[in-house]
């Protein structure tokens, strides 16, 4: 008897207890959505930073794994990432710049126009390298013109112009605008890889991604205001670099072909042999030099 008098009481004590804890706990989980709910509402700072950290972490992500994808040639692919890091992240340039690219390859030259456009508006920093996408998408389109105005605005920005000179000189022989290709090939040679065209051009690359930083500026123009000095750096690397440049070598090939056109025998021979001391085994330079001696000789 006094064992089942002592057992019911202790079970509704429990059921009691229970029954409050669950009460707590879902006052508890009500209490925070509410809180949860109100802070969401004021968006304080440290929560948009939190939140604006992991948006640009994901869309970082999408954006590699485009990069990935473009590097393999699976254009289709690359771009589907690309446009979902744009989507978490709508300023981003890097992604836009790269989904262009993807476009262009899959020769969807409208919609990369309209974004290679887009950056020139939106992203100053790389604005020498837009002209220079859009050139190259207006040279695959036939459009010519327009190709010759961008690799012109890109060389103007550019802090290496060396190639937009170059392929602007290329467009120049198509249209055999043979006075138009050697001065732009001479900008080419210029603005070749020299200790100091490297340099300068790195300060300059530097200017671009700093236009909102004035400390930087100052820095900067101090340092393109004054002359380099020899003496700190390996020069002999330099030189040895532009000897064995192959690009170099087509540039005074392609110049050499223009002041033949140009019936200038003695600059065009004195180009085709600095194009063969740099590439000795270039086919091409070999056979414009073989035929510029015929020229001569008839």
Known sequence: MSSSSSTTPAKKNFRKSEDKYIRFSL?????????????????????????????????????????????????????????????????????????????????????????????????????????????????????IDAAIECYHKSAETNPHPIYSYQYLGELYLKLQNWNMAIETFKLALANKLTMENSYYGMLKSVELSSRDKPEILNAINLFLKSSIEPGHYDKAIFELALKRDREIAKTHNFLGYAFSMENNFREAEKNYLMALNIWPDFVEAKQNFKDLNNRIKS
């Open 27 to 143: 006052l508890v989980i009500w209490s925070l959505l509410i809180l949860f709910g109100f802070i969401s509402l004021i968006q304080p700072g440290w929560l948009v930073d939190i939140s604006l950290s992991g948006k640009i972490s994901e869309a970082s992500d999408y954006k590699t794994a485009g990069d990935i994808l473009l590097k393999k040639g699976n254009y289709n692919a690359a771009a589907a990432q690309y446009i979902k890091a744009i989507k978490i992240q709508p300023d981003f340039n890097d992604a836009y710049g790269n989904l262009g690219i993807s476009y262009t390859q899959l020769k969807r030259y409208d919609d990369a126009i309209k974004i290679f456009n887009y950056l020139l508006k939106n992203d100053a920093k790389n604005i020498y390298n837009n002209y220079y996408n859009l050139a190259e998408i207006y040279k695959q389109q036939g459009n």
